[in-house]
């Protein structure tokens, strides 16, 4: 049975005590509406990792939306994988589209911060998916397949089953409209043969790949009831801790 996981991204949103109130809210919540093994990962913004790192029990974890690919130095404003581990989180979101689109993130660099960021053993989210005009085109397959081989594809199997995999279709994110299930169930299906050619049956189906794209309570069990959708990547919805614990429910 491959883990099932609802990760929240935060994104920039939310001072340092909103965060706190809405960590607690959540865990308060998965107190007493989580009844299964289902795990939650609340990925803040830095200036929260420490606090809710120390506040993480039972089926929480806490993560990172970001790492520099460079152990330590001269990269002011830059935070670091061993900082990160430092403070007891255990998850990192790598090249989510934001950071590709806003901050020029490619494949080659994803690549270095994957490794850095196992090195210090923390988890990649390593995100990929295609933009609408690529969808349009025809090329998603493709674009999807460079950002695997490019991106995460050099790593060893042990440390590629350290990875959770998040498709997110750039069209999908913050916009209302979701992928289908049946858009999304081809896709991971697409990614899970991928990763049984160029490592293992047995590998790929260990692989935890996450929706992530306007998910929300309502469209959650329809995608999640799908055989390789394993659970989502939740971007608004995140933000509310009564709908992102729905969301965690559909595992119950
Ligand atoms: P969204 O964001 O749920 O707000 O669409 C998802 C994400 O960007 O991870």
Redesign the pocket.
């Known amino acids: 049975m491959r883990q099932k996981i609802v990760a929240g ?1 935060w ?1 920039m949103n939310l001072d340092y005590a909103e965060g706190l109130a809405l960590f607690n809210e959540v865990s308060d919540l998965i107190k007493t509406d989580i009844t299964g093994v289902q795990q939650a990962i609340v990925c803040s913004p830095f200036i929260h990792l420490q606090s809710l790192a120390a506040l993480a029990k039972g089926n929480i974890a806490v993560g990172a939306q970001n790492a520099h690919q460079n152990e330590s130095g001269a990269y002011t404003g830059e935070i670091s994988a061993k900082m990160i581990a430092s403070v007891g989180a255990a998850y990192v979101i790598l090249g ?3 950071r590709r689109q806003y901050f020029g993130e490619t494949n080659g660099l994803l690549a270095k911060k994957t490794d850095t960021v196992l090195k210090h053993n923390l988890k990649p989210i390593f995100c990929i998916g295609e933009t609408l005009q690529e969808r349009e085109a025809n090329t998603h397959f493709d674009v999807i397949k460079s950002q695997l081989v490019e991106g995460i594809f050099h790593l060893s199997a042990d440390d590629f089953a350290k990875v959770v995999i ?1 498709y ?1 279709p750039v069209w ?4 209302g409209v979701t992928a289908t299930a049946d858009q999304a169930q081809e896709i991971h299906a697409f990614i899970r043969k991928e990763i049984a050619a160029k490592y293992s049956q047995a590998v790929a189906d260990g692989i935890t790949i996450l929706y ?4 929300n309570p309502k469209n959650a069990p329809e995608l999640f009831a799908k055989e390789d959708i394993d659970g989502g ?5 995140s933000l509310k801790a009564r709908d992102f614990v729905d969301i965690l429910k559909v595992f119950n």
């Open positions: 991204n994104k989510h589209s934001e998040a997110e999908a994110i913050g916009t992530g794209g306007s998910c990547l939740i971007g608004g919805a």
